[in-house]
C-alpha cells in the first residue's frame, strides 16, 4: 500500500519538481519535505498544507490527488496512535464502531468535547 509520502513524492515528481524547488515553493525546509516523503515526520493536518500542494501542484482543492493525499495523511496519523490506545482498542471491539459512527455523523470538535465531558462525568 503506497503511503503518505510516497505518495506526496510521486506527485511532485509527476510535475517535474526537484525536492528542493518543490519545498521552496511550498515555503518549507526541504529536510522537512524529505523526512515526510520518506515516512519519518507525521503527516500534516493543517488544511493549509494540502492548500499550498494544490496550489503549487497547480490543482484545485477538491482534485482527487489532494482528496487521496489528505485521505492517506489521515490513515497515517490514525495508524500512529500510541500502543496503548492501539491495545485498549483490540480490547474493546467496539471502539472502532464508536470512530466509525463520529466519522459519519461528522462531529464538530464542540460535539466531540461535549461527548467526552459526558463521558468524563457518568464513567
Known sequence: MEGFGEY???LRLECGYGLRTF???MAMDAGNLSRLER???RPPKDEGFFEDVARVLDLE???E?????????MQERLSQVSEE???Y???VELIPVLLRTMTNKKLTREQIEQLIGEIRANY
Open 23 to 25: 519545498a521552496g515553493a
Open 65 to 73: 490527488k489532494i482528496q487521496r493525499l489528505r485521505e492517506l495523511a
Open 89 to 91: 482498542a483490540q480490547e
Open 61 to 63: 482543492i477538491e482534485d
Open 85 to 87: 490506545m492501539s491495545s
Open 8 to 10: 506526496l513524492k510521486a
Open 39 to 41: 515516512g519519518k515526520l
